[in-house]
């Protein structure tokens, strides 16, 4: 008996890992072409990609492609610009909407509801239909900074950053983690002496690890993607970000093997983002004990 | 140390009334059990003292200053929750010390006030573990020191034993009374559980519909119950209660009977009968005495015999359906499908002119 349930049970483990791995390699392979075809001139490159040969590293190999493109375009800085974007994005984005989200979910006021209500229908809104209004709002803005007051927000960092800070689907996400944390831990706080700020500092973030890094993925993909909102509010190089820089390498004829690339170069903070991430999620799972 | 003083509190949800009109008073250093079914306010009550509910009317009073506008934490009390509510990414320590970070107390004193906490729990190596590797009674431990250090003026605990399994929860029993001997202070003890109540309380408060039902010790409430809620609330087995009709009322005593039941003169305690109405007799399963068919009160069939060793608990059925629990002696054998007649003193019977 043991036996046969033990074999039923590799068997299942043999199965299971063969799936996953299939479904690895599906996801994987678009990556392996890019980063391969990078290395590749234009000509072997569409060659190629009507055989195997399209995900080897074969024929005619060299970094070529990357010299090509940085010197087609400033890509270093275009990396810069987007890193600080998000980077920034993320980060106020968190801290703003993890306190509305605390404000909805631990405070008494009036208006609650309806207002959560209203900010959980915005996520139905497309970016495109409030892009021209909000276009001819920034572009009248005023704002003081280093070099003192100014109106019009049109190419600059915060352009790119203020709009994209607090949305409906990172506030709800928080909502609905924080309504899940157990109530006697927030009363005990209270009679414990703790205030608003203490709760939400020494209490509900440190349990947040999980909402905290799901909220940071995808506000941090929706920012590194960022192309229609910067092409339309930044026109110089100098505040120009990665998706609009694809478009340097798409005129009169395109060249495909520094598209490559280019890609395989902007693909590395996101990678990189994302593993540091994972790590940080598991671990926040793992010592909090919030989930079973 | 402390009194807590509740006049006519009164807390509604909307339109619906859950805390209907409630006095209690809790002397200084007593301990206080407010005891219920499920769902009768008892939470409530308890998180209004805190300052976790609004109150909605009435005045609540600690150490005669009106507390209903404080915050929780000026109020002087400590709260050890159901869910023990300790916080999953502190050790133990920093959870028992997590009122003294808050309110920025010196390393000195607090290190000295946490240990002195984990001397009185017996949990000092317990101290730099996380919770999740603690067991429940451990747990309830660590939010019970956390309420020692505050060194409050008044106690609330709201059911804190209910998530234990029952032989732990007997043992926790005995250290919250204990602890309250050794700390002296006030508290006010939430439960659904009689035993708890009489076990533990100086004085039950017990609580029906968000009205207070009857208020003293727990002989006193387990002798002289009010009312019939309070007389089948309190007592294991529960007390029986008897249809009877009411033949005569004088000074003291009315007189009454049923099928099952000789006519038997009962003190009535000052509460009124009318001739010819239906009442209800309630007699505790412990006093009541088998004996023959002719000195016999009351008159029915048996149909169980649990034996228990302490004790025997007999299921009798009366006349109409009715039915009785006798707790006998531990040698006295009554065979199912026999007959069997009891008698027992008046003095130890109630009577109330409620019937259910
Ligand atoms: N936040 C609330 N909103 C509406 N009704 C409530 C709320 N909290 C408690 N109640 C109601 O108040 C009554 C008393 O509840 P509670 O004090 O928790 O009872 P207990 O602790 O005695 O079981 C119940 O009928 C419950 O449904
Ligand atoms: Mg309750």
């Known amino acids: ?292 | 140390m402390a009194q807590v003083k509740l006049r006519d509190i009164r807390k509604s949800y909307g339109k619906v009334e859950v805390i209907k009109g409630v006095d209690i008073d809790v002397d200084d250093g007593e301990f206080v059990v407010f005891v219920g079914p499920s769902g009768c306010g008892k939470s409530t009550l308890l998180r209004m003292i805190a300052g976790l509910e609004d109150i909605t009317a009435g005045t609540l009073e600690i150490d005669g200053i009106r507390m209903n506008d404080l915050e929780p934490s000026k109020r002087g009390i400590a709260m050890v929750f159901q869910s023990y509510a300790i916080f999953p990414h502190m050790t133990v320590r920093e959870n028992v010390a997590f009122g003294l970070t808050i309110n920025k107390a010196g390393k000195a004193e607090k290190a000295e006030k946490v240990a002195e906490a984990a001397r009185i729990l017996q949990m000092e190596h317990l101290l730099d573990r996380r919770p999740s590797e603690l067991s429940g009674g451990q747990r309830q431990r660590v939010a019970i020191g956390r309420a020692i250090v505050r060194d409050p003026k008044v106690f609330l605990f709201d059911e804190p034993l209910s998530n234990l399994d029952a032989a732990l929860r007997m043992d926790m029993r005995m250290e919250i009374g204990k602890l309250h001997q050794d700390l002296g202070a006030s508290m006010i003890y939430v439960t659904h559980d009689q035993v708890e109540a009489m076990t533990l309380a100086d004085k039950i408060v017990v609580l029906k519909d968000g009205m207070v039902m009857q208020a003293g010790a727990p002989m006193e409430l387990y002798h002289e119950p009010d009312n019939l809620f309070v007389a089948g609330f309190l007592g294991s087995p529960s007390m029986n209660f008897l249809e009877v009709t009411v033949d005569a009322v004088n000074a003291d005593n009315v007189t009454v009977h049923n099928t099952a039941l000789d006519p038997i003169d009962v003190p009535h305690k000052g509460r009124s009968f009318t001739v010819g109405q239906t009442a209800t007799l309630g007699i505790r399963p412990q006093y009541l005495h088998p004996s023959d068919q002719a000195s016999g009160k009351l008159h029915g069939k048996v149909i169980l015999t649990e034996r228990l060793g302490s004790e025997t608990v007999i299921d009798v059925s009366l006349a109409e359906g009715a039915k009785l629990i006798a707790a006998l002696a531990e040698d006295t054998i009554l065979a199912p499908g026999t007959a069997a007649h009891f008698e027992f003193d008046p003095n130890q019977a109630h009577i109330f002119p409620e019937t259910r």
Not at chain 1, 57 to 74: E, H, K, M, Q, W
Request: with cysteine; glycine share 6%; charged share 10%.
């Open chain 1, 1 to 292: 008996m043991a036996a046969i349930s033990s074999d039923n049970r590799g068997l299942r483990l043999v199965m299971r890992y063969t799936v996953l791995t299939l479904i690895a390699i599906i996801f994987v392979f678009p990556l392996v072409f890019m980063v391969m075809s990078s290395f590749k001139p234009d000509l072997q490159l569409l060659r190629d990609t009507s055989s195997i040969r399209a995900f080897l590293p074969v024929g005619d190999i060299s970094l070529n492609n990357y010299f090509d493109a940085f010197d087609r375009a400033p890509v270093g800085l275009f990396v810069f610009n987007s890193v600080l974007v998000t980077g920034l994005t993320v980060l106020f984005s968190l801290f703003l909407c993890s306190m509305a989200a605390f404000s909805f979910a631990f405070l008494e006021w009036k208006g609650r509801n309806i207002l959560l209500s209203i900010v959980i229908a915005t996520l139905i809104v497309p970016f495109e239909t409030i892009a021209i209004p909000l276009l001819l709002m920034v572009s009248k803005l005023p704002w003081i900074g280093f070099e003192g007051f100014s109106v019009g927000w049109l190419n600059t960092y915060r352009v790119q950053i203020i709009p994209w800070i607090a949305d409906g689907l990172t506030i709800f996400l928080f909502v609905q983690y924080f309504k899940d944390l157990p109530r006697d831990l927030i009363e005990a706080s209270r009679v414990e002496g703790a205030s608003w700020w203490q709760i939400y500092t020494k209490v509900v973030m440190p349990l947040s690890g999980p909402v905290l890094a799901t909220a940071a993925i995808l506000k941090f993909l929706v920012m590194y993607n960022q192309y229609l909102w910067p092409l339309i509010v930044v026109q110089e190089e100098t505040y120009r970000p990665v998706m609009v820089g694809l478009g340097y390498f798409f005129q009169l004829n395109t060249a495909w093997g520094e598209i490559m690339a280019y890609l395989t170069i902007i693909t590395v903070p996101v990678l990189a983002f994302y593993l540091v991430l994972q790590r940080a999620f598991i671990a926040s799972i793992a010592s909090t004990g919030v989930k079973g």
